[in-house]
T-cell receptor, first 114, second 115 residues
Framework: KAGVTQTPRYLIKTRGQQVTLSCSPI?????VSWYQQTPGQGLQFLFE???????NKGNFPGRFSGRQFSNSRSEMNVSTLELGDSALYLC?????????????FGEGSRLTVL | QQQVKQSPQSLIVQKGGISIINCAYE??????FPWYQQFPGKGPALLIA?????SEKKEGRFTISFNKSAKQFSLHIMDSQPGDSATYFC??????????????FGQGTTLQVKP
């Protein structure tokens, strides 16, 4: 069974640009969550989607957005990039959601903002 | 109140020794406490998890001890091996409040097991 796939794995952007990251969950999983990982702040929850609906949102500015498609694939977008947005963005999938903490993470998309 | 505090930040253990990582929380609504292991260049992977109605859970060399009254839980890695060298994250979730997918993570502990 294929795991969670995230693309692209690495990308470099400049301040003010926008970026779109993609996540393909494990087959059959309907929930997709996004996390930001940085050395200073650790792992922070961005949002969760279930059946194309945002079910939960973390404390990030509106520049961070996401969506989920009918095949459960998800994308997140960051607009007007800032230097502080440099991070590893992790996608996690689960069948129902994170109720049991059993999230399956991808390897992440490493974003560098110059 | 949503924080999970993890210590130590880094840990060096000799092969065969016991690695102990501690976490503390404030929110008594948390009802599920997973531990994740992350190797460089990889995403976190679920290692072991516990609910607060259980004081201890063991899976192979990995044991979670849970102290509900103290709001603390810890991961013990027995007979630590160089292959255990990784970053470990404790986490917590309130699974009944609709916070699905919203794990609250500790800051992480980088474990190095010396041969």
């Amino acid at each position: 069974k294929a795991g969670v796939t995230q693309t692209p794995r690495y990308l470099i952007k400049t301040r003010g640009q926008q970026v779109t990251l993609s996540c393909s969950p494990i087959s059959g999983h309907r929930s997709v969550s996004w996390y930001q990982q940085t050395p200073g702040q650790g792992l922070q929850f961005l949002f969760e989607y279930f059946s194309e609906t945002q079910r939960n949102k973390g404390n990030f500015p509106g520049r961070f957005s996401g969506r989920q498609f009918s095949n459960s694939r998800s994308e997140m977008n960051v607009s007007t990039l800032e230097l502080g947005d440099s991070a590893l963005y992790l996608c996690a999938s689960s069948f129902w959601g994170g109720n049991t903490g059993e999230l399956f993470f991808g390897e992440g998309s490493r974003l560098t903002v110059l | 109140q949503q924080q999970v505090k993890q210590s130590p930040q880094s840990l060096i253990v000799q092969k065969g020794g016991i690695s102990i990582i501690n976490c503390a929380y404030e929110n008594t609504a948390f009802d599920y406490f997973p531990w994740y292991q992350q190797f460089p260049g990889k995403g976190p992977a679920l290692l072991i998890a516990i609910r607060p109605d259980v004081s201890e859970k063991k899976e192979g060399r990995f044991t979670i001890s849970f102290n509900k009254s103290a709001k603390q839980f810890s991961l013990h890695i027995m007979d630590s091996q160089p292959g255990d060298s990784a970053t470990y994250f404790c986490a917590a979730i309130n699974s009944f409040s609709g916070n699905t997918g919203k794990l609250i993570f500790g800051q992480g502990t980088t474990l190095q097991v010396k041969p």
